[in-house]
């Protein structure tokens, strides 16, 4: 790496450093992104589209990662539930405004392993795990107080906080990656752009123009 001249090999800003693996790099960014970003710094928005390609997008928060990809939770019967059922193809996207960088993913989701969402699903809150029984998501309620007197059977049903089995339909999803690209605002729309492609199950680095 160009020290000197705060530069990676690539001629890059030096905050792309020169990481072989992009799994890396981000781990790096996102360090840097909860010590700066106010709210959430493992937000993103995740698209995704149905068996006729109508595309979808909504935000979501990380809550895994590890060298297979990047998990998130939901209601399988969910807009995006449904959805990747059809077509598990996905796109996610982090933007951290504080540091003007952004990453987007693409790869293919799969549903993680029940002993995985098991262990997640009893680390939140006790109100968080009566939600995801309560929660018909996506689906039309006929008001708000609907929804609070579910939460109140739930209630309940599980009245011991230590003891909420996690619902079969809920669970989480890892797209696991082909592509990273890690993008960095330059003054005048100058940015800089270092993308990540994965062939033959090794990662090619290359420079986007902006």
């Known amino acids: 790496m160009n020290q000197k001249n705060g530069q990676n090999s690539l001629g890059l800003n030096i905050c792309f450093e020169d990481e072989a693996n992009p799994i890396d790099l981000f781990r790096k960014w996102f360090a840097v992104a909860e010590k700066s970003e106010i709210n ?81 699903y009893n680390s939140r809150a006790y109100e968080s795990r009566i939600g995801a029984w309560a929660s018909s998501q996506s689906q039309v309620m006929k008001n708000r107080n609907e929804f609070l007197d579910k939460i109140k059977a739930y209630e309940k049903k599980y009245p011991n906080q230590k003891e909420v089995p996690r619902p079969s339909h809920w669970s989480g999803w890892r797209v696991e990656p082909n592509i990273i690209e890690f993008w960095l605002e330059i003054k005048n729309r100058i940015h800089e752009r270092l993308n990540y492609k994965k062939n033959n199950g090794k990662w090619i680095r290359e420079i986007l123009y902006p």
């Open 40 to 120: 959430d710094p493992n937000a993103l928005s995740v698209a995704t589209s149905n068996k006729d390609g109508i595309p979808s997008v909504r935000m979501v928060l990380l809550k895994g990662l590890s060298e297979k990809g990047f998990v998130f939770y939901t209601n399988f019967n969910s807009k995006k539930g449904k959805d990747l059922k059809e077509n598990p193809q996905a796109s996610m996207c982090f933007h951290w405004k504080s540091l003007r960088r952004q990453v987007r993913i693409s790869g293919k989701a799969v549903q993680i392993e029940d002993k995985e969402a098991d262990q997640y």
